[in-house]
């Protein structure tokens, strides 16, 4: 469903964030991560003079390098574009403390135990948020048809719990898709006892 009318008014400003996956020959992961802001006006700038209209003030990409377990292999970050080139690009280096950790649950803690404040850039660091989405999106159904295959051939093990039970609302436990595709684990008609 689409947003309402709205009022009249201009634009200003256009954030842009776009991430992929990729799944390389070696058998690692790649997910790239690219933000970009920038506004519809020309403003001046105090390392950079004047920005034009449709000149970013942000350009900026990191890619994180994983294995199946979500576990960092290898980052590179690079700013192309920000307020002040002499020194923004100097904490790049820093996204290298990412290497070893996994996405999954404390990714956001970790990540801002690590590379919060004037320890990181703090667009870099908000980009590793859609990033980590991305890597799950990219990875977790490949990797999960993959182990369907395989529990095809076994005959699967109907006790182990899915691991998208309980992740947002559609997969909520006493709901109607966990009700259809993991009954064993359905709790909405569970009498109390």
């Given at each position: 469903?689409?947003?309402?009318?709205?009022?009249d008014r201009e634009p200003m400003h256009t954030r842009t964030v776009v991430c992929r996956g990729f799944r390389r020959s070696d058998g690692l992961w790649d997910i790239e991560g690219h933000i970009t802001d920038v506004k519809a006006y020309a403003f001046e700038n105090e390392a950079r003079g004047t920005i034009i209209p449709g000149e970013p003030l942000h350009d900026m990409w990191i890619r994180l390098t994983l294995d199946d377990s979500l576990e960092v292999r290898a980052v590179e970050a690079v700013t192309e574009a920000?307020?002040?080139p002499a020194i923004c690009p100097v904490i790049a280096p820093s996204f290298q403390r990412l290497v070893g950790l996994r996405i999954g649950p404390g990714w956001t803690r970790a990540v801002k135990e690590r590379l919060g404040?004037?320890?990181g850039c703090t667009h870099l660091v908000e980009l590793l948020g859609p990033v980590a989405t991305t890597a799950f999106q990219t990875i977790y159904p490949v990797?999960?048809?993959e182990r369907s295959r395989r529990v095809e051939g076994d005959g699967g093990d109907p006790e182990r719990r899915?691991?998208?039970?309980?992740t947002c609302h559609a997969f909520s436990s006493?709901?109607?898709l966990a009700r259809r595709h993991w009954p064993a684990f359905y709790t909405g008609d569970r009498q109390p006892g």
């Open positions: 469903m689409p947003l309402s009318s709205p009022a920000s307020p002040y404040g004037v320890e990797r999960a048809r899915p691991r998208l039970l309980n006493d709901g109607e």
